[in-house]
């Protein structure tokens, strides 16, 4: 049984900085990319970030781009998202995702399993 758990979010102050943790059980690690997501209240989920199997390349949404940083340890089978300069903009639920298929890695349907998700709330 797959398993992806998200953890870390919390209550931070605009400008400060968190970093979120996703644990994956049941699955070859090293055969999934990752991904993140987010998803504000009355709003879609949105890609936030890519990181490639082997960990040397990532990608990032423009709203994040510079301040987000992804990266993983295969010998925790964890991926972490490392936030800093917090904005109140970047309040969601944040999910991390994996799949083996390539193409591209901002579609949600091209990931086999996702977490349960997240709260970040960024207060101004």
């Known amino acids: 049984q797959v398993q992806l758990v998200e953890s870390g979010g919390g209550l931070v102050q605009a400008g400060g900085s968190l970093r979120l943790s996703c644990a994956a059980s049941?699955?070859?690690?090293?055969?999934?990319?990752m991904g993140w997501f987010r998803q504000a209240p009355g709003k879609d989920r949105e890609f936030v970030g890519h990181?490639?199997?082997?960990?040397?390349?990532?990608y990032y949404a423009d709203s994040v781009k510079g301040r987000f940083t992804i990266s993983t340890d295969n010998t925790k089978n964890t991926v972490y998202l490392q936030m800093n300069g917090l904005k109140p903009e970047d309040t969601a639920v944040y999910y991390c995702?994996?799949?083996?298929?390539?193409?591209?890695?901002?579609?949600?349907?091209?990931?086999?399993?996702w977490g349960q998700g997240t709260q970040v709330t960024v207060s101004s």
């Open positions: 995702a994996a799949r083996t298929s390539y193409g591209f890695v901002q579609v949600r349907a091209s990931y086999d399993y």
């Open positions: 049941g699955l070859t690690f090293s055969r999934y990319s």
């Open positions: 990181i490639t199997r082997s960990g040397d390349s990532t």
